[in-house]
């Protein structure tokens, strides 16, 4: 199939006649938003463009949406070049079955409904992710991540940037922060699930299914702790604390590590209960 190429210097629709099975799309400043179709075909709308126009490829089955002057490897060093005033506000209907790349300098990205594996990379400017089954990566500078109703396998990185997971039923969460908080609302039983997050000095706190089933281990070396589970232990000396035990068979894993953040596990209540008895009932250290 022979490339295609459109320059949009202007808002406008594109509507492609070709099936579409990789999104490749990156924007600076304004917001993206990627939403999955039954279709097999994809469609695009810029509401928005100011400075250099959009340049729009599609070749076999990859479209592409970006600026001349911005790679994706390059993305998260953009900004320390002079570049004249960018921005853009695109909205794009693809095939759920898509992968999708998103990259982001200073611009809003939302991604929902899409099946395929999701990257994302960001430099600054908040994320949202919504009902992606597949496979999510995920890194920011700056750049906050909300991933809400994602089961695929979860993995972030980020220098300050905040990660929050509302109702994650995936069974894989890896994540690294220098100074981002994390916040985990975990729904994965009877699935046992694999977490492993890791922060410097950002605030970790995981709210785990009832029952749960997982080996944990968390661990801050100047941070308070809070527990909601009577089957695990709160020890450490000194400024280090430390929480650790087995939750039901302890098929799963959990493990939390911050040097100088506070670490809290709060539970979730059975369906037929009332949300505050969530609340944790060990007592902050």
Same mark, same amino acid.
Request: hydrophobic share 35%; net charge negative; aromatic share 4%.
């Given at each position: 199939?022979?490339? =295609?190429?459109?320059? !949009?210097? #202007?808002?406008?629709k594109l509507t492609f006649d070709d099936p579409v099975t990789a999104l490749h799309v990156r924007i600076v400043d304004g917001a993206v938003n990627v939403v999955g179709t039954d279709?097999?075909?994809?469609?695009?709308?810029?509401?928005?463009?100011?400075?250099?126009?959009?340049i729009v490829t599609q070749e076999g089955g990859t479209l592409t949406v970006t600026y001349e002057d911005l790679p994706w490897r390059g993305l998260l060093t953009w900004l320390e070049r002079k570049k004249p005033r960018h921005r853009a506000e695109v909205s794009l209907a693809v095939?759920?079955?898509?992968? !999708? #790349?998103?990259?982001?300098?200073?611009?809003?990205?939302?991604?929902?409904?899409?099946?395929?594996?999701? #990257?994302l990379r960001g430099v600054t400017g908040d994320s949202t992710l919504v009902g992606l089954p597949g496979?999510?990566?995920?890194?920011? !500078?700056?750049?906050?991540?909300?991933?809400?109703?994602?089961?695929?396998?979860?993995?972030?990185? =980020?220098? =300050?940037?905040?990660?929050?997971?509302? #109702?994650?039923a995936g069974t894989s969460v890896r994540a690294e922060s220098v100074s981002g908080h994390m916040v985990l609302d975990l729904d994965t039983s009877p699935e046992p699930t694999d977490i492993r997050l890791t922060?410097? =000095?950002?605030?970790?706190?995981?709210r785990l299914p009832h029952p749960a089933d997982a080996k944990v281990e968390a661990n801050t070396a100047s941070g308070a702790v809070?527990?909601?589970?009577?089957?695990?232990?709160?020890?450490?000396?000194?400024?280090?604390?430390?929480?650790?035990?087995t939750?039901?068979?302890?098929?799963g894993t959990l493990r939390a590590t911050t040097v100088s953040g506070s670490i809290a596990l709060l539970r979730r209540p059975p369906a037929q209960d009332h949300a505050h008895d969530a609340?944790?009932?060990?007592?902050?250290l």
């Open positions: 199939m022979p490339e =295609s190429t459109w320059t !949009v210097a #202007e808002p406008q279709e097999s075909t994809a469609r695009l709308e810029v509401s928005r463009i100011d400075g250099p126009p959009l095939p759920a079955g898509a992968t !999708v #790349e998103v990259g982001v300098v200073g611009a809003e990205a939302v991604v929902s409904g899409v099946r395929g594996r999701t #990257e496979a999510v990566r995920a890194e920011t !500078v700056s750049g906050n991540l909300e991933a809400q109703s994602v089961t695929g396998d979860l993995r972030f990185q =980020s220098v =300050s940037g905040d990660l929050t997971v509302i #109702e994650g922060s410097v =000095s950002g605030e970790i706190a995981i809070s527990n909601a589970f009577e089957d695990l232990r709160v020890g450490g000396q000194w400024g280090a604390k430390k929480i650790t035990g939750l039901g068979a302890g098929t609340e944790p009932t060990g007592k902050v």
